[in-house]
C-alpha cells in the first residue's frame, strides 16, 4: 500500500506539489493526468525516492520514504519497477543483460536469473531479441526491454513516467497491454501520462495535478487534456 | 559476498573493458605512458644512488702508524680507534701490503722500494657508520698516540659529499613529483571515462544497485586497466636496462662500480611499476564514482 500524507515538495521557492494526500491500495491501476509542469513527475519522483518531500509522509508498504537513510534506497527500488519515456536501459548491456542486471543487484543465483529473464523477455515479446543492444532495438523494444526489467523482480508496485511518450499510438496500445497484463497479475500500476486517447480507451483510476494539488480523484475517470488547456 | 556475486563483478569488469573499445585504449595508453616515463626515472634514480653511495663508501680514513711503533703499542691504537664514535671497522694493512697496492697502481718500478728500502708506514684503515662521518672521525684520530698522519682526501672527498648530496634530495624531489604527476594523469584519464559513464551509474542505481555493488565492476575495470598498462613499459624496461648494463659493464667495473645487477632490480622495478599501476587504477576509478554515487 503506498500513502502520501500532506506531502508538499518545494523546489527553491516554487512549490511542485502542496499538501498532496493519496492512498493506493495493492493491485490498483492509477493514472496520473495533468498538463505539464502541473507536478506529476515530482510525484513520481517522490515515489522512488529519487528526491525527498519538503514536508509530510509518505509511506510504500514496510518503508517510511521520508525518513529513509540513503543507503537504504537501493532495497526500496528493489521493491519498485519503473519505467520513464526514455527508457534508461545500460547501452552497453544486451537486452538480456539489461534484464538480467535488475536480478543480479539481488545477488540471485545464475540459474534462476536465466530462467526468469528468458520468461518475462518471452512475456514482452523480445526472447528472439535477447542479445541485441538497446540501440539495436526500435522505440517500443527498447520500452518493453525496459518493462521486462521492471517487472523481473515481480515488484508489488510498477511505476511508470510517460512510458509512451516517445512512442506511436499502436506500439503505445502494445505497452498499455503489458501493463494491463501486469496489473492482473497482481502489480500496482502508477502511470504518469499526457496521452488522453489511452487513458479514455483504458479507463481506471486517475488523478489529476494541476500546480500541484490533486484536483480530482475518479474511478474510470476519462480525461480531455486538449478540451481543458487549450 | 557470495562466490556467485565476485565472479559476477570480475565477469562484468573485463566485458565493460571490452565494450568500452577506445575509451579503455585511452585509458591503457595513459598508463603505459606515465608507467613508462615513471620506470627509466626510478631506473636512473635508483642506480645514481647505488652509484653514489659505492664512491662514498670508497672514501675511508687512512691512519698512518709511526714507525717504529710495537705490536702491543699497535694493538692499542687499534682498540681506541675502534672505540671513536661512528667508527664501523677497522682494518690493518702493512707497509709491505700497502707497497703491493702502489705497485699494483702505478706498475712494477715502485718494487725498487720493497724490503727496508719501504717509505711507507704501516696503516690502519677506518670506515666510518656513514660516509660523512669521515671527517670528524679523521679529526678525533689526528689526536691519538703513536699516529703520524690521518687523512680522508680533504676537501675533494667534502666536495663528493656535497655533490651527493644534492644529486640525492634532487633525485628523490623529481622521483615524488613523477609519481604525483603518474597519479594525476593516469586518475584524470580514468575519471574521464567514468564521467562518459555517469548516466550508466544512475541507471544501474534506479534498478536497485548498492554502491558496493555499482563500485566493484569499476573498480575492478581501473585495476586492469592498470595491470594492462604496466605491461608495455616492463618489457621495454627490461630489454633496455639489460642492455645498458651490458655495455656499461666493461667500462664501470674497471673503476669498481657497477650498475645494480638486472635480475633482482628489475624484479624490484617491474613489481614497483606493477603494482602503482594498479593500485592507482583501482583507486582512481573509486575516486573518481564517487560523487556519482550519492541519490
Known amino acids: 500500500m503506498i500513502q502520501f500524507i500532506n506531502v508538499s515538495k518545494k523546489y527553491n521557492r516554487t512549490y511542485a506539489l502542496r499538501e498532496i494526500n493519496l492512498r493506493i491500495e495493492p493491485g490498483e491501476f492509477l493514472y496520473i493526468v495533468g498538463p505539464s509542469g502541473a507536478g506529476k513527475s515530482t510525484l513520481i519522483k517522490l515515489l522512488y525516492r529519487q ?9 510504500i508498504n514496510k518503508f517510511n520514504l521520508t525518513k529513509m537513510k540513503n543507503r537504504n534506497v537501493p532495497y526500496l527500488r528493489r521493491e519498485l519497477g519503473v ?31 536465466r530462467n526468469r529473464v528468458m520468461d518475462v523477455l518471452n512475456l514482452v515479446g523480445l526472447a528472439s ?12 523494444e527498447q520500452q518493453r526491454v525496459a518493462i521486462a526489467r521492471a517487472i523481473v523482480n515481480r515488484p508489488k508496485i510498477v511505476i511508470a513516467d510517460e512510458p509512451t511518450g516517445n512512442l506511436d499510438p499502436q506500439t503505445s496500445a502494445e505497452i498499455i497491454n503489458i501493463f494491463e497484463n501486469v496489473n492482473r497479475q497482481g502489480t500496482s500500476v502508477i502511470m504518469a501520462t499526457h496521452n ?28 480531455h487534456h486538449a478540451a481543458i488547456y487549450r | 559476498m557470495r562466490l ?31 608507467l ?20 662514498e663508501n670508497d672514501v675511508h680514513v687512512r691512519v698512518l702508524i709511526d714507525r717504529g711503533t710495537t705490536k702491543s703499542q699497535k694493538q692499542h691504537l687499534k682498540t681506541e ?18 707497497l703491493k697496492k702502489v705497485v699494483g697502481h702505478y706498475g712494477s718500478s715502485f718494487q725498487m722500494f720493497s724490503g727496508d728500502d719501504n717509505p711507507l708506514n704501516d696503516v690502519f684503515i677506518v670506515s666510518t657508520t656513514e660516509p660523512e662521518k669521515t671527517i670528524t672521525v679523521t679529526q678525533q684520530a689526528r689526536k691519538l698516540k703513536y699516529v703520524t698522519i690521518a687523512s680522508y682526501g680533504g676537501t675533494q672527498a667534502k666536495q663528493l659529499f656535497k655533490v651527493m648530496h644534492t644529486i640525492r634530495q634532487w633525485a628523490t624531489g623529481f622521483t615524488i613529483l613523477l609519481l604525483f604527476v603518474a597519479v594525476f594523469l593516469i586518475s584524470n584519464t580514468i575519471r574521464i571515462t567514468i564521467l562518459s559513464r555517469r ?32 605491461i608495455l613499459p616492463i618489457i621495454a624496461l627490461d630489454f633496455g636496462y639489460s642492455w645498458l648494463y651490458r655495455i656499461t659493464a666493461v667500462q664501470l667495473t674497471s673503476f669498481g662500480y657497477s650498475l645494480a645487477e638486472p635480475r633482482y632490480f628489475l624484479f624490484v622495478l617491474n613489481l614497483l611499476m606493477i603494482i602503482v599501476g594498479v593500485l592507482i587504477g583501482a583507486v582512481g576509478a573509486l575516486i573518481s564514482m564517487r560523487r556519482f554515487l550519492k541519490v
Do not use: C
Not at chain 1, 204 to 219: A, F, Y
Not at chain 2, 37 to 54: D, P, Q, R, T
Not at chain 2, 81 to 96: C, F, H, R
Open chain 1, 196 to 223: 488522453s486517447e489511452m487513458v479514455n480507451q483504458r479507463p481506471h483510476r486517475l488523478i489529476e495535478v494541476v500546480q500541484g494539488q490533486i484536483v480530482r480523484d475518479e474511478n474510470k475517470g476519462a480525461y
Open chain 2, 81 to 98: 680507534l675502534k672505540e671513536l664514535k661512528d667508527v664501523a671497522t677497522v682494518q690493518y694493512s702493512s707497509k709491505t701490503n700497502e
Open chain 1, 83 to 113: 519505467v520513464f519515456q526514455d527508457f534508461k536501459l545500460l547501452p552497453r548491456l544486451t537486452t538480456y543483460e539489461n534484464v538480467a542486471y535488475a536480478m543480479e543487484v539481488t545477488e540471485k543465483r545464475p540459474t534462476i536469473i
Open chain 1, 51 to 59: 528526491i525527498r518531500p519538503t514536508s509530510g509522509l509518505i509511506r
Open chain 2, 36 to 55: 613508462l616515463l615513471l620506470g627509466i626515472f626510478l631506473a636512473l634514480v635508483l642506480n645514481v644512488n647505488k652509484l653514489s653511495s659505492e664512491i
Open chain 2, 199 to 230: 548516466d550508466e551509474i544512475g541507471i544501474m542505481r534506479l534498478v536497485g544497485a548498492t554502491n558496493a555493488y555499482i563500485r566493484w565492476p569499476f573498480f575492478l575495470e581501473g585495476a586492469w586497466t592498470g595491470l594492462l598498462g604496466s
Open chain 2, 4 to 34: 556467485f556475486t565476485v565472479k559476477r563483478h570480475i565477469k562484468d569488469s573485463f566485458r565493460s573493458l571490452k565494450r568500452n573499445g577506445w575509451m579503455s585504449v585511452a585509458s591503457v595508453s595513459a598508463v603505459t605512458v606515465t
Open chain 1, 129 to 140: 531479441k535477447s542479445r541485441r543492444f538497446p540501440d539495436e532495438l526500435s522505440g517500443g
